[in-house]
C-alpha cells in the first residue's frame, strides 16, 4: 500500500499495488484503458479492439485483456468507444404526431412496450423522438447526423417524406405501417389493413346491416386507405352503396364528430364500421346522447382491439391490430441490420388481422 503525501487541502489519495511493476490505480479514480493494456501485456491499441468487438486481435491477448478488465473493473468510456466504433448503442422510435397525441393514444404506449421489450437482451437504449408536423426535417438532421445508430418510425403521414429521407440515407431503420408514398428499399412492419377492413364489415353484412356506413381514417396514411378500400371490397362483394363515408383522424373526438355528421346525413344507418377503436368510443358516446341503441339500432365495428375496446358501453367488436408483436418485429428486424444479418431488400413482415366478437355488434 502506498499513501501519497500530498499538502493538507489538496486530499489524499490512496493507491493500490496491482502486482504488475509500475501499474498503481488509484481508489478515487476509475482504471484507464492504459492500465488495462499494461495488466494485459498489450498496446494500448491491441487492448482497445478487445475491448470494442475483438477484431484482429489473438485469442490469447483477448484472453489476457478480458482478464485484466475484470480484475480492474474496467468500464469502457462510452462516449470514446463510440469515436472507435462510429456507434452510440442507443435506437430511435419516431412519431410524428403532435405531443398531447403521443401522450394520449394507447396505440403508442402498445408500440413502446412492444419495441422496448425487443431491447430487452441487448445493451441498446431507446430514444424517444417526436417529430411534430413540419418538423420533419430537424429530425431527419437528427437521424443523419449520428446521434442514434437506428430507427423505427410508426404512425408515418405521406407529408413527414420520411420514408424517401430514410430510404436515400445510410440509417438503418423499419417502419410500422406500410409506408403511404411507397419508397423503395424501406423494410416495414403492418397488419392487412384491407383484410382487416373487409372482415370487420363482412361481419355487419353477415349480421344483416344493409345501410353501413363507415367513419375512416386519414387518407395520408396507410392504414387510413387500406381500411377504407376493404370497407368497399365488402360493400361492393355484397351489393351494397358506399356512400356513406366521413372521415376522422384515428382521434376520440374526431370519432364523436364524423358519427354527429353520419347520423345527420343517414339516420337511418344500422351498420356502422369505425377505422380506430379511440374514434370507435367517441362514437359511441354519441350515439347514446342521440338515443340509438348499439347494437339494436345500430351495430358498431372498430379496429385495433386496444384496451379501450373492452370497455366501451357496449364493449367493442374489433378487429386485432398487434401493436406490440409488431413493434416487437420491427425492433428484432432493426437489430438484425445493425448487426450485419439482415439481407437487402427485405419482403415486409404483414401480420393477419382476426376479429373480436363484443357486445357492440
Same mark, same amino acid.
Given at each position: 500500500?502506498?499513501?501519497?503525501?500530498?499538502?493538507?487541502?489538496?486530499?489524499?489519495?490512496?493507491?493500490?499495488?496491482?502486482?504488475?511493476?509500475?501499474?498503481?490505480?488509484?481508489?478515487?479514480?476509475?482504471?484507464?484503458?492504459?492500465?488495462?493494456?499494461?495488466?494485459?501485456?498489450?498496446?494500448?491499441?491491441?487492448?482497445?479492439?478487445?475491448?470494442?468487438?475483438?477484431?484482429?486481435?489473438?485469442?490469447?491477448?483477448?484472453?489476457?485483456?478480458?482478464?485484466?478488465?475484470?480484475?480492474?473493473?474496467?468500464?469502457?468510456?462510452?462516449?470514446?468507444?463510440?469515436?472507435?466504433?462510429?456507434?452510440?448503442?442507443?435506437?430511435?422510435?419516431?412519431?410524428?404526431?403532435?405531443?398531447?397525441?403521443?401522450?394520449?393514444?394507447?396505440?403508442?404506449?402498445?408500440?413502446?412496450?412492444?419495441?422496448?421489450?425487443?431491447?430487452?437482451?441487448?445493451?441498446?437504449?431507446?430514444?424517444?423522438?417526436?417529430?411534430?408536423?413540419?418538423?420533419?426535417?430537424?429530425?431527419?438532421?437528427?437521424?443523419?447526423?449520428?446521434?442514434?445508430?437506428?430507427?423505427?418510425?410508426?404512425?408515418?403521414?405521406?407529408?413527414?417524406?420520411?420514408?424517401?429521407?430514410?430510404?436515400?440515407?445510410?440509417?438503418?431503420?423499419?417502419?410500422?405501417?406500410?409506408?403511404?408514398?411507397?419508397?423503395?428499399?424501406?423494410?416495414?412492419?403492418?397488419?392487412?389493413?384491407?383484410?382487416?377492413?373487409?372482415?370487420?364489415?363482412?361481419?355487419?353484412?353477415?349480421?344483416?346491416?344493409?345501410?353501413?356506413?363507415?367513419?375512416?381514417?386519414?387518407?395520408?396514411?396507410?392504414?387510413?386507405?387500406?381500411?377504407?378500400?376493404?370497407?368497399?371490397?365488402?360493400?361492393?362483394?355484397?351489393?351494397?352503396?358506399?356512400?356513406?363515408?366521413?372521415?376522422?383522424?384515428?382521434?376520440?373526438?374526431?370519432?364523436?364528430?364524423?358519427?354527429?355528421?353520419?347520423?345527420?346525413?343517414?339516420?337511418?344507418?344500422?351498420?356502422?364500421?369505425? #377505422?380506430?377503436?379511440?374514434? &370507435? !368510443? =367517441? +362514437?359511441?358516446?354519441?350515439?347514446?346522447?342521440? @338515443?340509438? %341503441?348499439?347494437?339494436?339500432?345500430?351495430?358498431?365495428?372498430?379496429?385495433?382491439?386496444?384496451?379501450?375496446?373492452?370497455?366501451?358501453?357496449?364493449?367493442?367488436?374489433?378487429?386485432?391490430?398487434?401493436? #406490440?408483436?409488431?413493434?416487437? &418485429? !420491427? =425492433? +428484432?428486424?432493426?437489430?438484425?441490420?445493425?448487426? @450485419?444479418? %439482415?439481407?437487402?431488400?427485405?419482403?415486409?413482415?404483414?401480420?393477419?388481422?382476426?376479429?373480436?366478437?363484443?357486445?357492440?355488434?
Amino acid at each position: 500500500m502506498i499513501v501519497d503525501d500530498s499538502p493538507p487541502g489538496l486530499g489524499t489519495t490512496i493507491l493500490e499495488e496491482t502486482g504488475r511493476t509500475g501499474v498503481f490505480v488509484s481508489a478515487h479514480t476509475a482504471p484507464t484503458l492504459e492500465q488495462v493494456a499494461e495488466r494485459a501485456g498489450v498496446s494500448r491499441s491491441t487492448a482497445s479492439r478487445a475491448i470494442n468487438g475483438g477484431l484482429r486481435v489473438s485469442p490469447d491477448a483477448l484472453a489476457a485483456v478480458e482478464a485484466a478488465v475484470a480484475e480492474l473493473g474496467y468500464t469502457p468510456n462510452r462516449a470514446a468507444r463510440s469515436l472507435v466504433t462510429k456507434r452510440t448503442d442507443s435506437i430511435a422510435l419516431v412519431i410524428p404526431e403532435p405531443d398531447e397525441r403521443v401522450l394520449s393514444d394507447p396505440f403508442f404506449a402498445g408500440t413502446l412496450n412492444g419495441l422496448s421489450s425487443s431491447l430487452a437482451e441487448s445493451d441498446i437504449q431507446l430514444v424517444l423522438v417526436i417529430a411534430r408536423p413540419g418538423d420533419s426535417d430537424r429530425t431527419v438532421r437528427f437521424l443523419r447526423n449520428g446521434h442514434v445508430d437506428g430507427a423505427v418510425v410508426v404512425s408515418h403521414h405521406r407529408s413527414d417524406a420520411l420514408d424517401h429521407a430514410l430510404a436515400s440515407s445510410h440509417v438503418p431503420n423499419v417502419f410500422v405501417g406500410r409506408p403511404v408514398s411507397g419508397a423503395g428499399n424501406v423494410r416495414y412492419v403492418d397488419t392487412d389493413n384491407v383484410e382487416g377492413g373487409r372482415l370487420a364489415t363482412q361481419h355487419l353484412v353477415d349480421r344483416g346491416c344493409r345501410r353501413i356506413a363507415t367513419i375512416a381514417g386519414p387518407q395520408d396514411m396507410s392504414a387510413g386507405i387500406d381500411r377504407l378500400v376493404g370497407w368497399r371490397t365488402a360493400m361492393a362483394a355484397a351489393g351494397l352503396s358506399d356512400d356513406l363515408v366521413v372521415h376522422g383522424d384515428f382521434t376520440l373526438a374526431s370519432g364523436a364528430q364524423a358519427a354527429r355528421e353520419l347520423l345527420a346525413l343517414a339516420p337511418d344507418i344500422d351498420g356502422l364500421f369505425i #377505422a380506430s377503436d379511440l374514434m &370507435a !368510443a =367517441g +362514437a359511441l358516446g354519441v350515439l347514446t346522447d342521440l @338515443g340509438r %341503441d348499439v347494437p339494436n339500432d345500430i351495430a358498431v365495428v372498430g379496429y385495433d382491439n386496444i384496451g379501450v375496446s373492452a370497455t366501451t358501453k357496449p364493449p367493442l367488436t374489433t378487429v386485432v391490430q398487434p401493436v #406490440a408483436a409488431m413493434a416487437r &418485429a !420491427a =425492433g +428484432a428486424r432493426l437489430l438484425a441490420q445493425l448487426q @450485419g444479418d %439482415d439481407p437487402s431488400p427485405v419482403e415486409p413482415l404483414i401480420f393477419a388481422p382476426e376479429l373480436v366478437v363484443r357486445d357492440s355488434a
